[in-house]
């Protein structure tokens, strides 16, 4: 079945400084998405991109929808204590009938900031 | 409330007992999505509805898995016969249209022991 190959699986940073990870897959995705899940809680979508080669920011967040439409990366500038969390990215694919309701996760990046 | 609601938020259960996991979506999104994520692992799709209806159901695992929706409002994934295997946080989103538009709740932790 499809995947998303996220990584790394787990980083460790200092305050301040800046943070990249990436998906890859084999198969096309029509949108890449990236999510935020802190414990005990469900995943909050932090940025969403719908075209190949699409470069999107929110505050320090900043996101691109691979030209291929196989790969995406987020990047965290300037990393503070409270971006600690499991970053997710996921994508959707169009189906037979020209739907796209179905998320694939990646396994997620666990990120710890050290004050 | 404004968000998805799910409940419980945690339900231990024996192996072989029946559960039911409840969902809330937002008002008047006509979308609701479960998905299941495993310790150390992303989510992973059980079941779609549009409405009161499932175009697909391809996700759920096993015939012990099963949803409906009522109402085009509140659903609950049953799970009978409950294994270890089926130890997991279950997530429930709802969108007005696309799943790049889903909002998810936070979860029901699942243990059965």
């Known amino acids: 079945g499809q995947q998303l190959n996220q990584s790394p699986q787990s980083m460790f940073i200092q305050e301040g400084e800046d943070v990249s990870m990436n998906c890859t897959s084999s198969?096309?995705?029509?949108?890449w998405l990236w999510y935020k899940q802190d414990p005990g809680e469900g995943p909050v979508l932090l940025i969403a991109?719908?075209?190949?080669?699409e470069l999107t920011s929110n505050g320090r967040l900043t996101a691109q929808f691979g030209i291929t439409r196989k790969d995406s990366f987020l990047n965290i500038s300037a990393s503070i204590p409270s971006d600690v969390g499991i970053y997710f990215c996921?994508?959707?694919?169009?189906?037979?009938?020209?739907?796209?309701?179905?998320?694939?996760f990646g396994k997620g990046t666990l990120l710890t900031v050290n004050p | 409330g404004a968000g998805v609601s799910q409940s419980p938020s945690n339900k231990v259960t024996e192996k072989g007992k029946d559960v039911e996991l409840r969902c809330d979506p937002i008002?008047?999104?006509?979308?609701l999505y479960w998905y299941r994520q495993s310790l150390g692992q992303g989510l992973e799709f059980l079941i779609y509805?549009?409405?009161?209806?499932?175009?697909?159901k391809s996700g759920l695992p096993s015939d012990r898995f099963s949803a409906e929706r009522t109402g085009g409002s509140v659903s609950t994934l049953t799970i009978q016969r409950t294994q270890q295997e089926d130890s997991a946080v279950y997530l429930c989103?709802?969108?007005?249209?696309?799943?790049?538009?889903?909002?998810f709740g936070q979860g029901t932790r699942l243990t059965v022991v």
């Open positions: 996921a994508g959707t694919r169009l189906n037979s009938g020209g739907s796209n309701y179905k998320l694939t």
């Open positions: 008002s008047g999104h006509t979308a």
């Open positions: 991109l719908y075209k190949a080669g």
């Open positions: 198969s096309i995705f029509n949108t």
């Open positions: 989103a709802s969108s007005r249209r696309t799943a790049s538009e889903a909002f």
């Open positions: 509805f549009q409405g009161n209806s499932a175009p697909d």
